[in-house]
């Protein structure tokens, strides 16, 4: 059998690098496509976790939109595709990589296996376009690798066969498994701030971009002022986002803003900050790993998870709301538990399923 794993973001590459290596390290005959709908990102990435593109599409573009990325990659795949003829492609997650490579392969009739199936929000502009695109590539997916229980009931609420669905947990828990085993964070991290306490910030949805991200760093400026506390806040490279947190608070001496760091970097900041404030996926997923708290910068979620097993507050995107929820953050006391997303497992029990290799 031949697999085919493509990735396009940061988040894709850090969620499909630990399969993609477990692949290799069974023996399996698999190889990558990059869209690099984010190019320095997503090399930054592919460096940290030692991983390589047959190839390359280059897709980006300063100026890309939605639909732009879209006919690129549907341009470029197919003739991959028709040249290498894998059995299965694997995406992850609900990019526009994600659901442009999935309905290529559809077209193409090859097997896709979608990497954390069956998150909904319930409301289709709210991730956007997220939400949309992870419906549908749920709909041409043949293996759908539910994250939780949860995702999973979402899928059958949907009428998608049950056969089709297996919860192997997120493969986010596999990737801060390997680099917490690999490098010493604590080590890592005293040379990156020098400070004891801080809160960790990353922002960068497309609907949060405008009235409602200039709220939430609004928020976040308040608290700091009033805690005296620093912030860390990794600005993401989209020309939009930095436009606005440079200019909110671009001189604010409570915020060290920073280019997007490198994975390694970002977990041993995780793992010494005192809560954080996202609108991530990626992140939500990750913080109950190191007990941290996180402050979710969204109106929807589709991680249900995170607020019932008590490491996240749905905050809105309100300056008020959000202040009210670093006010409760700041008095939680947390430790590192078992992770509702996954077990560092999840790798594996993909492999085991795809080649019917009982668990
Ligand atoms: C994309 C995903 C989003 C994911 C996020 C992860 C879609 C629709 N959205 O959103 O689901 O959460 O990635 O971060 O697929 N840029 C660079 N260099 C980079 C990366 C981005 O210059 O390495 C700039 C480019 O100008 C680009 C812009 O950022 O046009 C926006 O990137 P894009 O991938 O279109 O959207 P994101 O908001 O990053
Ligand atoms: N991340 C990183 N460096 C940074 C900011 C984030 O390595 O400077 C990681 C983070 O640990 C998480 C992922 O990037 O695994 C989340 O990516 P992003 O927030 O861009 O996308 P999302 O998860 O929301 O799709």
Redesign the pocket.
């Known amino acids: 059998m031949k697999f085919c794993f493509v990735f396009g973001?940061?988040?894709e590459v850090i969620k499909v690098a630990p399969v993609y290596k477990f692949f290799l390290q069974k023996g399996e005959e698999a190889f990558v496509v990059a869209t690099a709908?984010?190019?320095?990102?997503?090399d930054m990435m592919m460096n940290v976790f030692g991983v390589e593109a047959k190839y390359d599409l280059n897709v980006?573009?300063?100026?890309?939109t939605?639909d732009s990325?879209v006919a690129s990659i549907m341009q470029r795949l197919p003739l991959v595709l028709q040249r290498e003829k894998p059995d299965i492609l694997f995406v992850q997650g609900?990019?526009?990589?994600a659901m442009s490579c999935a309905i290529c392969a559809f077209h193409s009739k090859i097997k896709v296996a979608h990497i954390e199936a069956g998150l909904r929000s319930h409301d289709l502009y709210d991730p956007f376009?997220?939400e949309m695109n992870r419906r549908v590539i749920d709909v041409v997916s043949t293996y759908l690798f539910a994250p939780t229980n949860n995702a999973k009931e979402n899928l059958i609420k949907e009428g998608i066969e049950e056969d089709r669905i297996y919860t192997v947990g997120n493969t986010v828990v596999d990737a801060l498994n390997m680099i917490s085993n690999s490098f010493n964070l604590s080590q890592v991290r005293s040379q990156l701030v020098p400070f004891e306490k801080y809160i960790l910030m990353t922002l960068?949805r497309?609907e949060n971009i405008g009235e409602r991200m200039v709220s939430i760093l609004s928020a976040v400026a308040r608290f700091a002022r009033e805690r005296n506390v620093h912030v860390v806040l990794p600005v993401?490279?989209?020309?939009s986002v930095r436009r606005i947190v440079f200019d909110t608070v671009g001189s604010d001496p409570h915020f060290h803003l920073v280019e997007p760091l490198d994975y390694v970097s970002f977990l041993a900041l995780l793992e010494g900050c005192w809560f954080v404030v996202s609108d991530s996926?990626g992140v939500q997923e990750e913080a109950p790993s190191f007990g941290k708290f996180v402050v979710v910068a969204r109106r929807t979620t589709e991680r249900p998870e995170l607020i019932e097993s008590g490491f996240g507050i749905l905050a809105g995107t309100e300056e008020s709301s959000i202040h009210e929820a670093m006010v409760l953050a700041s008095q939680k006391k947390l430790d590192p538990s078992g992770n509702p997303f996954g077990d560092g497992k999840t790798s594996e029990r993909i492999w085991r399923i795809v080649r019917g290799v009982s668990q």
Do not use: A, V, Y
Request: no cysteine; aromatic share 0%; charged share 30%.
């Open positions: 973001t940061r988040p709908q984010h190019r320095e990102m997503m980006m573009t300063h100026d890309q939605l990325i609900d990019t526009t990589t376009p997220e960068h497309r993401h490279k989209n020309p996926g």
